[in-house]
């Protein structure tokens, strides 16, 4: 108790004044977007003020400019609901970021030593950089489009954002600002799926509708009618929803009375996972929770594993039933989505990702070693339409980079991977105890590898956004993990005596 209620301050870090403004920030982004969805003056004029803004508070502070990048990451879902003639505000940001960063550590002596990192991970990292570079290149000359070169480039831009990951965390406001990011990202989260689904699955909403429109060409997400009043509500951040879940279920396989609100927010993470209904999502949790064995008690890890498990089934099964009126459990539909992986000819989308295949390969055979460059298309014939089609999303992860980074950029990737889960293991390693915080992150890196399979992750502007944040915690002094404790047990809890005297 002593140890636990030293770390304890008067106020816990999530019931914060704060937490509740950024909630209200992440749904006023998408109300404010969806009433503003084909007014591009009004919009543009809205971005051109938050650049103002950013701008006056990164010279003010660069701390209070890297929170507004940080918050729109968290709470600006896939970074479209607000555009400037074309470029998202997310790109706009992110490149002023970038340029007066860079700029200021240039030319102001004493800020440099942060352009680099004397880490092993950070050289690999260089040597894939000069793959992208190659890549892009040869996504030019093989005339596969600007547009669609660029489209491929900006995801690995955000490697850049590793400087600043790294040496920007060192304030206590900064920690505690990201923490209770990341805590509205899935509680927002979760609330804006459930709403979504209420809407479709009463009947206030039907497919086509503006809402829909806006949801699929803005917030780039997919409602799917599956039957029986069951509506899919996907959306490309929910791929960050299983790595926190690893972490969260890692943190509470521990041996110590857990604040309550821990389970609250793992339901909501499965909340998530249900309306989303991804199957390499769920298999990628499945991974990740059979990783957490590691140093873990097999009492404690099955416990944890049965309560994940438990939780999903009572939700699906519970929203099954409330949406089809009683009249099914949902678990039928279930077993169809995982049957496909079987026997893809009896899912639509199962069987296109088939059918990707053969065009996919013969892209690769063209080009294997250096890769055909960024851009790169196929073209299939749809099974449903029979009509022909082109296009730049693989649905094949890993293919899709071997197809346009070839053998060389492949193993430049994999040897940063491997220092990543090489560092991770390490750190477990030289931990006596409390290991559970790194042994969740590893289980959620796994998990990133496993989403890649059948989804762009790696190369997906979240996926790289996430992987970063993973590189530049693990390349952190071990002995910086105090702090990282001293925050964990500060989310929920707080001082009883402490709190006696308010």
């Not at 860079?102 to 352009?115: A, E, N, S, Y």
């Not at 296009?391 to 899709?400: A, H, I, K, P, V």
Request: proline share 2%; aromatic share 16%.
């Amino acid at each position: 108790m002593s140890t636990f209620q030293s770390l304890l301050t008067k106020k816990s870090i999530f019931l914060n004044a704060q937490t509740a403004w950024l909630l209200v920030g992440f749904f006023a982004l998408r109300m404010g977007s969806f009433f503003l969805m084909g007014h591009s003056i009004i919009q543009g004029f809205i971005v051109f003020g938050i650049i103002m803004l950013f701008g006056m508070l990164y010279f003010h502070e660069t701390h209070y400019g890297w929170y507004l990048l940080l918050g729109e990451f968290f709470l600006g879902g896939s970074g479209h609901f607000l555009e400037f003639f074309g470029l998202s505000l997310r790109s706009i940001l992110l490149i002023t970021f970038l340029f007066l960063w860079l700029t200021q550590h240039i030319v102001q002596k004493h800020r440099r030593f942060r352009l680099r990192i004397d880490h092993r991970i950070g050289y690999a990292l260089l040597v894939f950089g000069a793959c992208i570079m190659l890549a892009t290149a040869l996504g030019i000359y093989h005339g596969h489009g600007m547009k669609q070169v660029l489209s491929d480039l900006v995801p690995f831009s955000y490697f850049i954002l590793l400087l600043p990951f790294y040496h920007y965390f060192y304030k206590k406001e900064t920690q505690e600002y990201f923490i209770r990011l990341v805590f509205v990202f899935i509680l927002g989260s979760a609330l804006f799926s459930l709403i979504t689904f209420f809407i479709y699955s009463s009947g206030l909403g039907v497919i086509h509708d503006t809402f829909y429109t806006w949801f699929r060409d803005v917030a780039m997400g997919k409602i799917t009618d599956v039957g029986n009043g069951f509506f899919r509500v996907v959306t490309p951040e929910h791929l960050l929803v299983v790595p926190a879940m690893l972490l969260m279920s890692s943190l509470i396989m521990r041996d110590e009375k857990h604040h309550t609100n821990w389970y609250v927010f793992l339901a909501l993470g499965m909340l998530i996972l249900v309306f989303d209904l991804s199957r390499i999502y769920i298999l990628a949790l499945g991974v990740g929770l059979f990783v957490l064995k590691y140093t873990h008690t097999l009492q404690h890890w099955l416990k944890v594993c049965a309560m994940n498990a438990a939780i999903f089934f009572l939700l699906f099964v519970g929203t099954s039933s409330i949406a089809s009126g009683f009249s099914t459990t949902g678990l039928g539909l279930l077993g169809f989505r995982f049957a496909s992986i079987v026997q893809p000819t009896i899912e639509t989308s199962a069987y296109t990702r088939t059918v990707l295949l053969k065009p996919i390969y013969a892209l690769i055979a063209q080009h294997p070693i250096i890769g055909n460059g960024l851009g790169s298309t196929i073209t299939f014939m749809a099974p449903k339409t029979y009509a022909f089609v082109t296009t730049g999303q693989f649905d094949w992860g890993y293919l899709e980079l071997l197809a346009e980074f070839g053998i060389v950029g492949i193993l430049a990737l994999l040897v940063v991977l491997m220092f990543v889960g090489y560092e991770l293991i390490q750190k477990i390693a030289s931990l006596s105890d409390y290991r559970d915080f790194y042994v969740g992150l590893l289980a959620g890196f796994v998990a990133l590898l496993v989403m890649t399979i059948t989804a762009p992750v790696l190369f997906h502007v979240l996926g790289v956004f996430y992987l970063v944040l993973l590189i530049a915690m693990i390349m952190k002094p071990i002995h910086v993990f105090d702090e990282t404790l001293t925050l964990i047990y500060r989310i929920f809890n707080r001082s009883k005596d402490d709190a006696l005297l308010e």
